[in-house]
């Protein structure tokens, strides 16, 4: 319990930075998807495309990869300088928006056609359409998946120690190399992970029943 109890401000620093970086990415994330899940579902053949090509090369490559492309192979290049955190949170941003990109147009497509033509006939303009009517449904019927998407890209921030960001994973590590105690360190930074995963999933559950009572 010592051990814990002296090593329990620097997980909550880590437990900051992790935070931090979920909570942008996660949000730079949804945009992402938000924009080439309407670009998937455009009529233009050139948008489509590099859509489609954009979702294959993130979900057909391990998220580790893109991590050092983005961290240590842009870096290469001489007119690009991008320290480590710009470069986590970047990753996970992109990694999550192939998959946010996904959810979402299901989730529009899931959405019957008659309605878009009933708000078409009231004059409404397509953008009107798709923000007012078709994503505010789409969006209560994504909430379960883009929760579990989040909560990937959570555990996915823990990857980020290897570029030597400070989160709360490199924390347990900095942590079980001084006291070596790595059966205690290691399991409370696993408790740590494991509330936040939970508060998160009990905030998705109340978001939900909140909308389907609407």
Do not use: C, H
Request: cysteine-free; proline content about 3%.
């Amino acid at each position: 319990m010592e051990v814990a109890k002296a090593a329990f401000p620097f997980f909550l620093d880590g437990l900051q930075v992790t935070l931090y970086i979920f909570i942008i990415a996660v949000i730079a994330g949804f945009l992402i998807g938000l924009i080439v899940a309407l670009m998937r579902l455009s009529p233009l053949k050139i948008l489509n495309g590099i859509a489609i090509i954009y979702i294959d090369v993130i979900r057909g490559t391990p998220f580790i990869v893109q991590l050092f492309f983005i961290y240590f192979g842009l870096n290469s290049l001489e007119w690009l300088s991008m320290d480590r955190m710009y470069a986590g949170i970047l990753t996970v941003a992109i990694n999550a928006g192939a998959y946010f990109a996904e959810i979402i147009r299901a989730g529009i497509q899931s959405i019957d056609k008659g309605q878009t033509e009933a708000a078409r006939s009231l004059g409404m303009t397509g953008r009107q359409t798709m923000v007012q009517i078709i994503l505010p449904q789409a969006f209560r019927r994504m909430l379960p998946t883009i929760t579990n998407q989040s909560i990937i890209s959570l555990k996915d921030t823990s990857l980020l120690s290897i570029i030597g960001i400070a989160d709360l994973t490199q924390q347990g590590q900095v942590q079980q190399a001084t006291t070596f105690e790595p059966f205690i360190v290691w399991s409370v930074v696993g408790l740590m992970y494991f509330v936040i995963i939970y508060l998160l999933s009990m905030l998705a559950k109340f978001l939900e029943r909140r909308f389907t009572l609407r």
